[in-house]
């Protein structure tokens, strides 16, 4: 997906504007979880995701959803990992 694509989808969707993250090789986050629903595009390196023990590498160019709440492990390649992400919060009252 290009970064224009995405960007449009994000605003379609109603995600906030996207925040520009960047994670150095090594970098890893243990089992957490988020309030908001996340919507990711990878641009540059690579990203990989934990959920229910089924890890999952994102390189560059595919995106990633994660529903609020769900636990999950991140951890960047080797050559560390660039993204976009967009946050979507979840309706007062719903999970």
């Given at each position: ?60 160019g595919s995106t990633f959803r994660l529903a609020p709440h769900?636990?999950?492990?991140e951890w960047a390649g080797a050559a560390g990992a660039r ?13």
């Amino acid at each position: 997906m290009t970064k224009d694509e995405f960007l449009s989808r994000l605003r379609a969707e109603g995600f906030a504007e996207p925040v520009a993250v960047e994670r150095d090789a090594g970098y890893r986050l243990d089992l957490h979880d988020h309030p908001f629903e996340a919507y990711a595009l990878i641009t540059e390196g690579e990203l990989s995701i934990e959920v229910d023990g089924v890890a999952t590498a994102y390189p560059a160019g595919s995106t990633f959803r994660l529903a609020p709440h769900t636990p999950h492990r991140e951890w960047a390649g080797a050559a560390g990992a660039r993204y976009l992400s967009g946050r979507r919060e979840s309706a007062k009252g719903q999970p």
